[in-house]
T-cell receptor, first 113, second 114 residues
Framework: DTEVTQTPKHLVMGMTNKKSLKCEQH?????MYWYKQKAKKPPELMFVYSYEKLSINESVPSRFSPECPNSSLLNLHLHALQPEDSALYLCASSRSQLVETQYFGPGTRLLVL | GNSVTQMEGPVTLSEEAFLTINCTYT??????LFWYVQYPGEGLQLLLK?????DKGSNKGFEATYRKETTSFHLEKGSVQVSDSAVYFCALSASQGGSEKLVFGKGTKLTVNP
């Protein structure tokens, strides 16, 4: 089973709202990732967690706040977003942060009004 | 630094035509190479991978061979179907600044007409 699940599938929020995206995997993977994908572009890495610790932050604005409560869950907390943050947010996981295959979830399509 | 260059799309083919999507890479060390596919409105799915030179990855009729001498990983399929219509991303995974990262090409949109 190589399934990564993400909720919600779609999200519409105002610029003053606070919302969270959730990602879950039960493959025993110890590395989890958040990517942002704009239309007709490849995914851009935002954050990497390795063994529940933040390993990489690709200079992402503080209005995006990641959290890894345990080895199976990854959250992305959103606050005071801008319309340009509208995108598909993809979660991925891999056995470790070393050169390993990343498995992606279906994504959350976010619209910021 | 590490980078991936893949052919610009869009690519439009008729059903049962032969498909090639070119991908070349630049990397220090020995990267692993991947093809991911993204169907409309969905996330990325791993299509195939190769972890060392001369390895051939294959899945669902698609194939790609890791060519170190030409730094290439071209995707091929002998007979495409309408259901293959999607965006295809070539990617490499290699150490970059002490961390392992997945580097994507820009993607190639494939449309297969009946």
């Amino acid at each position: 089973d190589t399934e990564v699940t993400q909720t919600p599938k779609h999200l519409v929020m105002g610029m003053t709202n606070k919302k969270s995206l959730k990602c879950e995997q039960h493959m025993g993977h110890r590395a989890m990732y958040w990517y942002k994908q704009k239309a007709k572009k490849p995914p851009e890495l935002m954050f990497v967690y390795s063994y529940e610790k933040l390993s990489i932050n690709e200079s992402v604005p503080s209005r995006f706040s990641p959290e890894c409560p345990n080895s199976s869950l990854l959250n992305l907390h959103l606050h005071a977003l801008q319309p340009e943050d509208s995108a598909l947010y993809l979660c991925a996981s891999s056995r470790s942060q070393l050169v390993e295959t990343q498995y992606f979830g279906p994504g959350t399509r976010l619209l910021v009004l | 630094g590490n980078s991936v260059t893949q052919m610009e799309g869009p690519v439009t083919l008729s059903e049962e035509a032969f498909l090639t999507i070119n991908c070349t890479y630049t990397a220090t060390g020995y990267p692993s190479l991947f093809w991911y596919v993204q169907y409309p409105g969905e996330g990325l799915q791993l299509l195939l991978k190769a972890t060392k030179a001369d390895d051939k990855g294959s899945n669902k009729g698609f194939e790609a061979t890791y060519r170190k001498e030409t730094t290439s990983f071209h995707l091929e399929k002998g007979s495409v179907q309408v259901s293959d219509s999607a965006v295809y991303f070539c990617a490499l995974s290699a150490s970059q600044g002490g961390s392992e990262k997945l580097v994507f090409g820009k993607g190639t949109k494939l449309t297969v007409n009946p």
